[in-house]
Every structure is written in C-alpha cells, then in structure tokens.
C-alpha cells in the first residue's frame, strides 16, 4: 500500500459544479496536509494548507481533514473552467531532524471544468 | 516576482548521455529540493538540500544520478549515464524556511526525454 493514495480521475464537471477531490494516507505521523494545483506543463503551485486535523476556507476552496479516517479533502464551490488542472494533496510529518521537510504526494487528480 | 528558474525546458538525449539539470532557486531560499514526475509514479522526491547541505538523498537511484549545489544561487542534478527509464519531468523547488509545512515553489521543470 502506498502511503498517499489519490483517484487519478479524470474527473469532468460542467461550471458551477461543485467538486470534491479526496486522498487517504497511511502513516500516521502526517501533520501538515497541502493540496496543489499544477496546470497542463507547469510546475505545481501551493493552493490550500493545513495543519493537523479541522478545516479552512479560502475562496472558493475548503480543505478538510479527518486524522481519524486517515482522510483528506478539498472542494471547489462554483467550479470555473480555469480551475481545470491536476490537484496533487501532500502530506509530511513533523519531528526532529530533516526528514520532516519531505512531501509525500498523491498521484494526482486531474479535473476538467466544461463552460 | 521571484521564481525558481530551471535550464534547459527540453532535453533530448541518447542513451549512455550525461544529462545535466540546473536549477535557480528563489534568492534567500534555504531548502532546494530535487523531483521527478512520471505518469505511473507520480511526483517523487530524489533529494533534497538545506543551507547547501545534502539532506536526504534516498530517493535517487545511486549508481548514476548525483546532486549538488555549488552555491547558493545554483543546483544540479547529472544523470551518467541516462537511460529510456529516466524520461520524466524533472522538478526543482524551494522553500524559505525549515518548518515541515513551509511552502514549497516549484520551477517549470525540466522535460527530459532519452532515446
């Protein structure tokens, strides 16, 4: 079992959708939860962050977290056709020493918003 | 704004090449990190640099991947010698801080193709 697990999708919804991408994980040591967005040959971009269990809000993005279920999630209210990318989660513990710096990724979900 | 720059874009070689990746990272960026994205692996971490310092660098293969920061503007991945397994994208990112949930940006990559 790998220790990020996401739908690679792809996943297509019309505008104005709402859209819920998911991960599950392993390891428990998970901390700090991130999604990124990553658009059609470019580099990935940080776009929610989260520490520890709970949920947050920006826009129209909320990321929530189940430590209990091993579980992370973020929805898009209102989806717009520029939203179309790949949405990565990742995750890494925390702790002494440098490998708390490491990302864990999820494969990746790619979503198309249709106008 | 600022931005992580990478060199080359596209990369074509024959097997057997050297391949030399550079990267620029954000000035007064302290952690420099190294990764490859594949369809069937996803993002991976190959290695990763704090203060110039190789940190972690389990995640590439040994025998022929090597990398390295001269200096605090500069960092290199080689491949010797590169093989059809190696096309990916290659990605270099950094980030300001040492905290496991600090932001991680992301150059436009290096796509790396060899024959």
Known sequence: QKEVEQDPGPLSVPEGAIVSLNCTYSNSAFQYFMWYRQYSRKGPELLMYTYSSGNKEDGRFTAQVDKSSKYISLF????QPSDSATYLCAMSATG????????TFGKGTLLTVNP | DARVTQTPRHKVTEMGQEVTMRCQPILGHNTVFWYRQTMMQGLELLAYFRNRAPLDDSGMPKDRFSAEMPDATLATLKIQPSEPRDSAVYFCASAKGTLAGDEQYFGPGTRLTVT
């Not at chain 1, 898009?76 to 989806?79: F, G, H, K, T």
């Not at chain 1, 002494?96 to 990302?103: C, R, T």
């Open chain 1, 76 to 79: 898009i209210r209102d989806s």
């Open chain 1, 96 to 103: 002494s020493g440098g490998s708390n710096y490491k990302l």
